[in-house]
């Protein structure tokens, strides 16, 4: 969806830029940042803030805004926006000119954008007040990796600031500029780690036949667990297991006795992640075993963070007040080829949705749509208009197409 900028919030883009950047030239790590989190908090008061609180989770804020109507008298009319606040343990190389001045620290997952689009918004509806109930700003701290969200639910954050529902944006550089997307259902899979460590007998690499060589051993567990996710999860289920990194040896002329891996498992469930975890550590024992080593998987003690999923309800209302903007348009939608000729294009200036289909002799029928408020609702709308216009056999191939796309893409709206 595109959405075309108030006056007023265009006007506040050179100085967001500029402390995007100035963010990005100072990360800071997990918990230790105490200058982001005094900026966010200085800032969060100089707007004209209800209540600021400082120090929830070592250095997560809290900012708390009232509407023009006053404070909300029931849980059902506050609503929480969320921003992560921590950098990567990343060398910068970019170049740029406000690149990290922090050796091994860097923003290298949009955080001081996060931060950034959050404080504009704080600072917008602190000037208008223009809505009804309370919203809470939650600048999270250790988002990677440190638990930081449930840091500061342990410390009683939901408790004292009751909420119906909670919202956050993740920069998604796929995007072109401009556009949003919204999801129902997962959005961010679970991330876990692990660690493998292959032991076998080194040597001189001269003599191959006196060692039980580890590194052969870890190849083939590479080349195995490729097959879990095509050969072990159900097809209708996602999940991604990655090897990506490999340790062993030091000597161009010595088989080691060692070989250390690491990896990352991505789920939607908790019970494929249980079961990607039973067939790695199968793999595992078994390919070393059949080659005169030992391998043993290491996993962290601490369950993983569940996957970050928006409930049906959430994703609708983040959809329709989009669809309220005076101004927003849909991006351009097409079916793709082979489909007897059909086309999607949104009006010139209606907001409504139009079927063309291309006809022989270079004629062309014409169908309007009215849109539905759920993506399934228009899909069901698209393929009986559809029906009523298509050439013979084509139905099959249309149903397909339409229905990869909007499993795609079920954030696509027109205004």
């Not at 840091?151 to 529902?165: Q, T």
């Not at 959430?314 to 351009?332: F, G, I």
């Not at 949104?346 to 062309?364: D, K, M």
Request: charged letters at 25%; glycine letters at 10%.
């Amino acid at each position: 969806m595109t959405i075309a900028l108030n006056n007023s919030i265009a006007a506040m883009t050179p100085e967001l830029t500029e402390w995007r950047r100035d963010l990005h030239r100072n990360p800071e790590l997990l918990y230790d940042l105490p200058r982001t989190s005094r900026i966010v908090a200085d800032r969060l008061r100089a707007f004209g803030f209800d209540e600021v609180v400082e120090g929830v989770a070592k250095t997560g804020v809290v900012g708390v805004l009232h509407g023009a109507a006053g404070p909300a008298d029931a849980r059902e009319k506050r609503a929480l926006f969320r921003a992560d606040m921590d950098a990567l343990p990343i060398e910068e190389a970019s170049g740029a000119d406000h690149a990290s001045v922090s050796p091994g620290l860097m923003h290298a997952c949009g955080h001081d954008g996060h931060t950034t689009m959050l404080l504009g918004v704080a600072r917008r509806l602190a000037e208008t007040r223009s809505f009804d109930g309370t919203l809470i700003f939650c600048f999270q701290p250790a988002e990677e990796g440190g638990a930081g969200a449930q840091a500061m639910i342990d410390e009683g954050m939901l408790e004292r600031f009751p909420v119906k529902g909670a919202y956050a944006v993740h920069n998604w550089p796929g995007l072109p500029v401009g556009e949003f997307a919204v999801v129902r259902g997962p959005a961010m899979a679970s991330a876990e780690a692990f660690n493998i460590t292959v032991e076998g007998t080194g040597g001189h690499a001269a003599m191959p036949h006196r060692v039980r060589d580890p590194i052969v051993a870890a190849s083939h567990i590479v080349a195995a667990v490729q097959m879990i996710v095509s050969r072990v999860v159900d097809p209708l289920d996602n999940a991604v297991v990655s090897i990506t990194a490999i340790h062993g040896g030091e000597a161009f002329n010595v088989i080691p006795d060692r070989v250390e891996m690491k990896g990352t498992i991505r789920t939607f469930s908790d019970a494929v992640s249980k079961l990607i975890e039973a067939e790695l550590k199968r793999i595992c024992e078994r390919t070393a075993e059949a080659f005169g080593t030992n391998a043993r998987l290491h996993r962290p003690p601490k369950p993983p963070y569940p996957a970050t999923a928006s409930g049906r309800d959430r994703a609708r209302a983040r959809r329709d007040a989009s669809r309220r903007r005076p101004r927003s348009r849909a991006r351009r939608f097409e079916a793709g080829d082979g489909i007897g000729g059909l086309r999607l294009r949104p009006a010139q200036s209606s907001g409504r949705l139009y079927l063309h289909r291309q006809r022989r002799h270079g004629r062309t029928s014409q169908s309007e749509i009215r849109l539905q408020r759920r993506g399934d609702s228009l899909r069901r709308r698209l393929l009986d208009r559809i029906g009523a216009a298509r050439p013979a056999g084509v139905n099959g191939r249309a149903d397909r197409c339409f229905g990869r796309a909007f499993a795609r893409r079920p954030w696509i709206a027109v205004g």
